[in-house]
Nanobody
Framework: HVQLVESGGGSVQAGGSLRLSCVAS????????MAWFRQGLGNKREGVAM????????YYADSVNGRFTVSQDNAKNTVHLQMNSLKPEDSSMYYC??????????????????WGQGTQVTVS
């Protein structure tokens, strides 16, 4: 079982940047995908960015493509989400998640079995 702890959220003005980090501890047999989701009040959980831990392939939601970058530091068991040109509509709780085979392909929250506690991002 792997534990995920996010950090880096906060408040920023529109056009600004934030960098989220997710530190993983423990062991996840068959881990294939690390992802960032976000969920605002009353909204469904949305997959924002994902990275295939095997091939380093990435996926971005259309709403963040070109502004957000997901990366991983295997030596530190950390996944980052660099968020640039932030917009008020990016305001949300951001969650780090870990999934097995196929999770980066299908990108459904139900395919991810480990979740962090979330970190709040507010853009004004």
């Amino acid at each position: 079982h792997v534990q995920l702890v996010e950090s880096g959220g906060g408040s920023v003005q529109a056009g600004g940047s934030l960098r989220l980090s997710c530190v993983a501890s423990g062991y996840y047999e068959g881990l294939h995908c690390m992802a960032w989701f976000r969920q605002g009040l009353g909204n469904k959980r949305e997959g924002v960015a994902m990275i295939d831990t095997s091939g380093h392939r990435t996926y971005y939601a259309d709403s963040v493509n070109g502004r957000f970058t997901v990366s991983q530091d295997n030596a530190k068991n950390t996944v980052h989400l660099q968020m640039n040109s932030l917009k008020p509509e990016d305001s949300s709780m951001y969650y780090c998640a870990a999934g097995g085979m196929g999770s980066c392909l299908f990108r459904k929250p139900s395919d991810f079995t480990c979740w962090g506690q979330g970190t709040q991002v507010t853009v004004s």
